[in-house]
């Protein structure tokens, strides 16, 4: 889950109507103002580009739910990083944050590495998986 203040909506699909799509580059451009977040979703074809408002982006979800660009494997007890295929740009002043879920934990004692993402940061956003169980736990490209 990526947080950012405040909740986002918890999939593209709502996002899809005020998309605009980039095949010239994967950069990312800064919001113009500190109620923005601009999320660059990069398909094997090409980048595509949500910039929102706070009126767009917050509801009552505590969050955007993270999904997986590949399929994976935690090893039993081990760790992996697990890439989303985002990027985002956030308003200076801000930060977003990755977060866990509590039922990934409880249910499959899987954890999230907790991780910030500055107002500068432009690059991939990845997901650190901890397995705590004793059984090797599938990713699945969602």
């Known amino acids: ?39 660059h979703y990069h398909s094997s074809s090409a980048v595509h580009r949500f910039t929102l408002s706070s009126q767009q982006l917050f509801t009552l979800l505590a969050g955007y739910d993270l999904s997986s660009a590949i399929e994976a494997n935690v090893p039993a007890r081990g760790k992996a990083l697990i890439p989303t295929d985002l990027s985002i740009a956030i308003s200076q002043g801000t930060y ?15 954890d999230v590495g907790a991780g910030e993402i500055d107002a500068d940061y432009r690059g991939p956003v990845g997901v650190i998986l901890f397995n705590h169980s004793d059984v090797d736990f599938e990713i699945f490209i969602s």
């Open 1 to 39: 889950m990526i947080t950012s203040g405040s909740p986002i909506h918890s999939s593209l699909d709502h996002l899809s109507s005020s998309s605009n799509l980039i095949t010239d580059s994967p950069n990312l451009i800064s919001p113009h103002s500190s109620n923005l977040i601009t999320i």
């Open 96 to 110: 977003a944050r990755i977060a866990p879920r509590s039922g990934l934990t409880w249910k499959h004692s899987i």
